[in-house]
């Protein structure tokens, strides 16, 4: 790797905007996304359900479904190459060589007409040119590298007779088969119970260390991130509000939505406490909120935060970067006492 | 769900599954075995499927071994035989040229089965190639063509192809690709909707995800799984395209005189219907016998092959 390789960040996500005209309008789903992954890194992206995490995979894959989305603006650049502008032919040959995907159901993302170990040299044959016999041993030597005893067999089964634990490491398998530089994980966990979980994330941690794989992993689980990244950003309602350090994000967080995320899990709480709840819900994507889009539901909003977008604050920290999109970190003194001060959770106006 | 996918497979390419079965003998083994034979359970819990079967397995090798099992040769003439009646030496009876129509018959078998074979795969097999081209673009050009077959579909089925029969020439050749072309809007329709519900599941997207390109994701992921329910259709349709192939001939439209052919034989039979009742009948009956087969037997395999529709 150069000098440049180790400026440039691998992956580098700069103020995207996707927007999905509909009928009743346009739904404006990610809204100034930054987000950087520097390579061999495991990066969470953390946000609830809706709020743009696996808009932002598709659009770094440029999976989206062609005609039903517009880019307002933003870049992706993969090693500081535009993806953006790639024609689809150009991205068929990044795609499963460079970058990689798995997805969140291992029940559905392989196809039951074919044999596993065939699905897996179909994208060995794709970009590296081997024969049918070459692919078909490479991907059972990958099947076995994935911990899947007897992995000559099982690359002749079918997926039915697959668990779903074997079934996404399957999935790692293909997707780790040409050693590419960046894997999108989305949500690979979160269909496997919890013992399984904790093997697959093993495994992913000990296969991006050792092939020099960055992960962008995107859950809702900060166990999961604090478990294998190094950095998070937390996303809501279609920008990312707060990104750094996992230690740092997860001890201190600055931003109200991640404070009041993080005393929202249940784990905190005894048996016969209440858990907390954010109030209110996720705005209409179709109409946000024309400030900050976590105004309405946080405790110390006010007039300015309604008014305008607050900027991106980072702050240094011994870890790296912190940086926070609240206009209480700009400066705006009456806000940040008032968040310290007062309990979060609870609408303090 | 396990018994659909690997089943279709099976019965699309035989000589695979023969290599499957023997490579599954590890740890696997017997899941081809033990899905013939629960087949083969299924089958036999229904009759009726059975006798398709049956109807359809005799068909088809009777009309394979036409030489040995025919009695006479099928264009015979015995000028001093005419019209005989059915007896012992000719058990259907013979026609005014004194053909021994049980000949004609089995070798009719082979016409009819042909015919129906060749119009249900031309059908199918640009009904895939359409239907799944048009599922996976869709957009415009899903639009364009889903219209464009409803336009064929609009027209009732044997008129249209009697006009292209008609105006193709009347011969065997052409009346099975009229009918063939009037069929094809059936699988184009069934194979873009299986297509438009496949395109979306993950695996299409995965291998997307991994650089495969539309064509390779179109043909090694969507199509499989769009086999099926073309297979039953087919199946079912067999019965109905010798139907109106035999129609066709009937209306002077397909086979000419003097082949062998049920739908021609039973015209010519037409004008001695009051008389020589035997030499109309023994032809039709070998139509309706032939089609009651490959329906009977197509919904047995629906039965086998679509869990969902399983009584």
């Keep these: 790797m150069n000098e440049e390789g180790v400026k440039v960040p691998l992956l580098t996500i700069n103020d995207l905007r996707v927007e999905f005209p509909t009928y009743w309008g346009t739904v404006k789903a990610l809204d100034g996304v930054t987000l950087e992954v520097n390579r061999g890194e495991i990066v969470g992206l953390v946000g609830e359900s809706g709020c743009g995490k696996s808009v932002t995979a598709m659009t770094v894959m440029r999976l989206l479904p062609p005609g039903q989305y517009r880019i307002a603006s933003g870049s992706v650049k993969l090693s500081g190459e535009e993806l ?103 949500e690979p966990t979160t269909a496997l119970d919890v013992t399984v979980q904790a093997q697959v994330l093993r495994l992913i941690q000990q296969k991006s260390a050792e092939l020099g794989t960055a992960v962008l992993f995107i859950t809702h689980d900060f166990g999961v991130v604090a478990q294998v990244c190094r950095r998070v950003a937390v996303m809501y ?98 806000l940040a006492g008032a968040m310290n001060g007062g309990g979060v959770g609870e609408r303090g106006r | 769900m396990r018994l659909r996918e690997s089943s279709s497979r099976e019965r699309e390419v035989p000589a695979a599954a023969g290599r499957r079965a023997g490579r599954n003998a590890d740890g696997s083994r017997g899941t081809v075995a033990g899905q013939l034979g629960y087949s083969w359970y299924l089958l036999r819990r229904n009759p009726l499927s059975l006798i398709g079967l049956g109807i359809v397995l005799a068909v088809g090798l009777v009309a394979l071994a036409a030489p040995v099992v025919a009695p006479h040769p099928p264009d015979a003439v015995a000028l001093a035989e005419r019209l005989l009646p059915p007896g012992p030496s000719h058990w259907f009876g013979t026609d005014e040229m004194g053909r021994d129509i049980l000949s004609r018959v089995i070798w009719g078998a082979r016409v009819s089965l042909s015919a129906g074979l060749i119009i249900v795969g031309i059908g199918a097999f640009f009904g895939i190639a359409i239907g799944s081209a048009s ?77 495969a390109s539309g064509t390779w994701t179109v043909v090694h992921h969507i199509i499989p799984n769009t086999l099926t329910p073309v297979l039953v259709q087919a199946s079912l349709d067999i019965g109905g395209a010798i139907l109106t192939a035999s129609a066709l001939s009937f209306l002077g439209l397909g086979a000419q005189p003097p082949t062998a052919e049920w739908g021609a034989m039973v015209s010519s039979g037409r004008r001695f219907i009051l008389d020589q009742w035997w030499y109309a009948t023994f032809p039709g009956a070998a139509i309706l016998v032939t089609a009651i087969g490959f329906n009977l037997f197509g919904d047995g395999l629906r039965d086998i092959l679509d869990p969902r529709l399983r009584r």
């Design chain 1, 84 to 186: 953006l502008t790639k024609t689809e032919r150009e991205m068929e040959t990044i795609r499963g060589k460079r970058l990689a995907m798995v997805f969140q159901e291992p029940m559905t993302s392989l196809n039951p007409t074919i044999r596993v170990g065939e699905q897996i040299a179909e994208v060995i044959r794709v970009h590296q040119g081997l024969s049918r016999a070459e692919a078909a041993e490479r991907a059972a030597q990958l099947l076995h590298s994935m911990r899947i005893p007897d992995a000559e067999r099982v690359s002749r089964q079918y997926p039915f007779q697959m668990s779903g634990g074997m079934r996404q490491r399957a999935m790692l398998a293909m997707a780790l088969s040409c050693g590419p530089d960046l894997l999108v994980a989305d």
């Design chain 1, 237 to 334: 309602a279609g920008t990312v509000v707060e990104a750094g350090p996992v230690e740092v994000v997860l001890r201190e967080p600055l931003h109200p939505y991640t404070r009041a995320l993080l005393t929202a899990l249940p784990e905190r709480f005894s048996r016969d406490e209440r858990l907390t709840v954010i109030p209110g819900s996720v705005p209409n994507l179709l109409h946000p909120p024309a400030g900050c889009r976590f105004e309405p539901r946080c405790p110390h909003g006010d007039e300015h935060c309604r008014a305008s977008k607050p900027p991106t604050v980072s702050r240094p920290t011994g870890l790296g970067e912190h940086r926070v999109a609240c206009w209480a970190m700009d400066g705006n003194q009456a």
């Design chain 2, 135 to 211: 599922g996976a673009i869709g957009g415009v050009t899903d639009t364009l063509i889903m219209r464009l077959m409803d336009v064929i579909l609009a027209f009732p089925s044997l008129v249209l192809s009697m006009a292209l029969a008609a105006a193709l020439g009347p011969n065997l050749t052409n009346a099975m690709l009229a009918v063939a072309f009037v069929r094809i809007p059936v699988y184009v329709r069934l194979v873009r909707g299986q297509a438009l519900e496949v395109r979306e599941k993950d695996f299409v997207r995965a291998s997307r995800a991994s650089g």
